[in-house]
Nanobody, 125 residues
Framework: QVHLVESGGGLVQAGDSLRLSCAAS????????MGWFRQAPGKEREVVAV????????YYADSVKGRFTSSRDNAKNAVWLQMNSLKPEDTGVYYC??????????????????WGQGTQVTVSS
């Protein structure tokens, strides 16, 4: 069982930066692939970034590549999403999620076993 709590969301202007944090409690955090997803009003949830269990590999959606960076510290049971050059289209509720399995990445929400409660990110133009 893994319990995830996100923090760090807020209201910012276009071009600003935010850093989201996801604190995990539970056993064997280092065995889980960690994903960041977001959901904008009226839109489907989409994957933003995924970090492999070891932290050595990362996947980024094309829409955030070059602007967002995902990192994790397995000793601290934490994962972060650094978001730079934010755009209004980045607005949404951001969730961290944990998936247990053999793959390096999981890109579909249904592949994840545990979810945080979400944190709102609003980017004004």
């Amino acid at each position: 069982q893994v319990h995830l709590v996100e923090s760090g969301g807020g209201l910012v202007q276009a071009g600003d930066s935010l850093r989201l944090s996801c604190a995990a409690s539970g056993r064997s955090f280092g065995n889980y692939v960690m994903g960041w997803f977001r959901q904008a009003p009226g839109k489907e949830r989409e994957v933003v970034a995924v970090t492999s269990a070891s932290g050595n590999s990362r996947y980024y959606a094309d829409s955030v590549k070059g602007r967002f960076t995902s990192s994790r510290d397995n000793a601290k049971n934490a994962v972060w999403l650094q978001m730079n050059s934010l755009k209004p289209e980045d607005t949404g509720v951001y969730y961290c999620a944990a998936a247990l399995g053999p793959a390096r990445y999981y890109l579909k929400g249904e592949e994840y076993d545990y979810w945080g409660q979400g944190t709102q990110v609003t980017v004004s133009s």
